[in-house]
């Protein structure tokens, strides 16, 4: 049977005070509502005990609570935990969680495939299905905190999955207020990053909205390889990506933009590579995460050896760049960068249970 209540995750709660006050509900409800969902991972009305009767049935008859149903989780020998999920009309999305130390990290996804087809990512090769609405990108969170090991928390947010963000800026903006907001899941704003390909007219309109890291998948240091690896780069070239970013007044208040660079043997890892890389990210408050390639049956592409990995690491480093390595994380189970695409099905069971307690 389809449930036409709208979703209650779909709003930040800044504009949830306003429905529930259309609705005669007094706005701090809102906040008590939020408390519940996000911040205890509670999202049975029956259990909101702090809530009148006749509010929690108003909940209940006006609001639905959750967009996600799990669909599989599988687990990786290094920790790393990827979720399937179904959306209510069966599509499929993925998310994944990374323990890294002190901190655990959920990676989430934005769209159901994804129109931007970069050459060498396994999402890509899928194509675009659809935008995900707010309330099913939150979802991930809450769904995934059940995933959790005992005394674990998130920590950091990375949208980072399937899918462009800012292809999908209004739910991508409005579930970062409820990631941001003291009473839902009250994360700092360090601790959430956004990554683009580089959709350049929408990168202001997203630090403009909301205080969040900015990612940057570059990939390459010249427009004639990226255009092949990063085909937004046709409609957006390096000179007004880079550009538009050295004009964004977080940049020039020396907040560090982080550049993605998926090395690939043979394509982009050479030494000149990296001494172009450098120039072109010159003054550009910056750190540059290298990630070797995660091969997949969609790409030809295979990772650079180790050395070459160091070789380019060590020369960004000479040019004072900040550089880290990101170790493959949940390769076994398809869980790393470039990897997701949601396809086969197995279904776990007992798998309706609520949003654990963080
Ligand atoms: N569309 C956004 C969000 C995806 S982030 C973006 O492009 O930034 C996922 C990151 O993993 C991107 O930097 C992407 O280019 C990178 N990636 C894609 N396929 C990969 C692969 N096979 N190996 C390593 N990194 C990959």
New binding site residues.
Partial sequence: MSDSRPHLQDHSIETLRERFAEQGVAPYRAEQVAGWLYARGVDESAAMTDLPGDLRAWLDRSWRLRALAWDAIERSADGTRKGRLRAQDGALVESVLIPEGERTTL?IS?QVG?P?A?S?????ALGFKRNLRAAEILDQVCRMREALAPGERITNV?????????LNLPAVIESVRVLLHPKAFALGPRRIT?????VVPRIGALLDAVPVNL?????ASTDALRDRL?PLNRRFPLSVLLGALRAHASVTARRPVFF???L?DGVNDGVEDARRLARLLRGLPSKVNL??????ED?E?R?SPPEVVERFAAELARHDLTVTVRR?RGSDIAA?????AARARTVRPGSESTCSTP
Avoid: D, K, R, W
């Avoid at 060498?120 to 890509?124: E, I, Y």
């Avoid at 990630?291 to 997949?296: G, S, V």
């Fill in positions: 990676c934005t994804c931007l970069c060498f990512c396994a999402t890509g990375v949208f980072m999955g399937m899918g462009e963000p800012l956004v990554s683009t390909a580089g990612a940057v998948s570059l990939h990063v993605e660079y998926t690939m990630i070797p390639m995660n091969p997949h790409s592409e990772p493959p790393a960068c470039g990897q997701l």
